[in-house]
């Protein structure tokens, strides 16, 4: 079974940059993408990227975060500059077997167990 791993979570103050790095397997043969959940709050999209590189962005997160893959780590990266206080949530590391990656978290069937984004206004 796959198993995605995140890490890099943390506590930023409004401004900060935080990455994020989710560990799997099989990183080149999938769509993958980052999600987050706000307190009180659906789990909604904030970026994908599938195997040939073709990216997608939150309007919310546009400009602000890149999502990127290296392919030698089997690692998904998610660099994030200039935070504010709603990018605070859970984010998860989750893929799927499409070729072209849905904003929408039910289309994906395999996810991390998430990590923590605190930013601090």
């Known amino acids: 079974q796959v198993e995605l791993m995140e890490s890099g979570g943390g506590a930023v103050e409004a401004g900060g940059s935080l990455s994020l790095s989710c560990i799997s397997p099989?990183?080149?043969?999938?769509?993958m993408a980052w999600f987050r959940q706000g307190p009180g709050q659906e789990r909604k999209e904030v970026a994908t990227?599938?195997?040939?590189?073709?990216?997608t962005y939150a309007d919310s997160v546009k400009g602000r975060f890149t999502i990127s893959r290296d392919y030698a780590k089997k690692t998904l990266l998610l660099e994030m500059t200039n935070m504010q206080p709603e990018d605070t949530g859970t984010y998860y590391c989750a893929q799927a077997q499409r070729r072209v990656c849905p904003p929408t978290p039910d289309a994906y069937d395999t996810w991390g167990q998430g990590t923590q984004v605190t930013v601090s206004s």
């Open positions: 099989n990183t080149r043969a999938y769509c």
């Open positions: 990227i599938s195997r040939l590189g073709t990216t």
